[in-house]
């Protein structure tokens, strides 16, 4: 995963799509996006419970438009729901200002052992 910068000093996680990403039809593999989407909200999940283990339980994933060569791909991130135990998040895929992929997610926050 690459990682794209921001202002603020916070990052946005991304990829920069290369040929072994893409699939017969030549647009980047949904499971290359749904890592991405994981992987994001993951780490969204850690900063918010100030790094307390978590795993995701729930993924789903929508696909909204094609992803080429050469293009990159930024997770947009946002928390919906923080309980004790659950995080709900929704992220949101783009290259640039076009949306490629939508995904909602449920994390549970792990004990410490």
Same mark, same amino acid.
């Given at each position: 995963?690459? /990682? !794209?910068?921001?202002?603020?000093? !916070?990052? %946005? =996680?991304? &990829?920069?799509?290369? #040929?072994?990403?893409?699939? $017969?039809?030549?647009? &980047?593999?949904?499971?290359?996006? #749904? %890592?991405? #989407?994981?992987?994001?909200?993951?780490?969204?999940?850690?900063?918010? %419970?100030?790094?307390? =283990?978590? #795993? %995701?339980?729930?993924?789903?994933?929508? $696909?909204?438009?094609?992803?080429?060569?050469?293009?990159? &791909?930024?997770?947009?991130?946002?928390?919906?729901?923080?309980?004790?135990?659950?995080? $709900?998040?929704?992220?949101?895929?783009?290259?640039?200002?076009?949306? &490629?992929?939508?995904?909602?997610?449920? /994390?549970?926050?792990?004990?410490?052992?």
């Amino acid at each position: 995963m690459n /990682w !794209s910068g921001r202002s603020g000093g !916070s990052v %946005t =996680p991304g &990829v920069v799509v290369e #040929a072994r990403h893409l699939n $017969f039809a030549d647009i &980047v593999h949904g499971g290359l996006l #749904a %890592t991405l #989407a994981d992987q994001a909200m993951g780490m969204t999940a850690l900063r918010a %419970t100030g790094n307390k =283990p978590h #795993a %995701t339980i729930e993924l789903n994933m929508q $696909f909204v438009g094609a992803v080429r060569l050469g293009e990159f &791909v930024e997770a947009h991130c946002e928390i919906v729901r923080i309980t004790r135990a659950i995080i $709900f998040m929704q992220c949101k895929l783009v290259v640039g200002t076009r949306a &490629v992929a939508n995904a909602t997610g449920i /994390w549970k926050i792990r004990g410490e052992g």
